[in-house]
């Protein structure tokens, strides 16, 4: 019975230690991961509008440097303009043509297979992964 506890203790002592700071450095930020795989393409690793696509020619526009959108829009990040953008299944007339993939589509796509049993709703899927991505965006302003 001792050597049980003796042994327990040890695994927890290794679990916390690990699952400190350790932990969280392992730990991928979800936000970052999400601009990496959508956004980075086109408006590059630093978020400035010099991404990939644009840079090899295939974007005719630049892309906007997605970390400058709280200094044009008075100093406050424009948090519920952003997700919409993102998620981009509400057309707004006023905005134009849209350039920007449709990602809420994509994420819902992405989602709906793991509905298997009827009860996982898509939707939660897809505003998880859009708030997560722009928090990220949030956090990258320039001061």
Known sequence: MRRGRV??????LVVL?????????AADDFG??????????CHGISAKGDGRLYVTGFLAKKPTDLTTLASTNGGVFPFQRIYEVIDGRQTIAAHGPRDMPVWGTDY????????????FDPEVYVRAR?????????RIQAK
């Open 108 to 119: 819902y796509a992405e989602g709906a297979p793991y509905d298997t049993l009827g009860v």
């Open 130 to 138: 859009i708030v997560a991505l722009t928090e990220y965006l949030a």
């Open 32 to 41: 970052r991961r999400e601009y990496m795989s959508k956004c980075a393409i």
């Open 17 to 25: 230690g690990v699952s400190g700071p350790a932990f969280v450095r």
């Open 7 to 12: 042994r327990l203790s040890a695994v927890t």
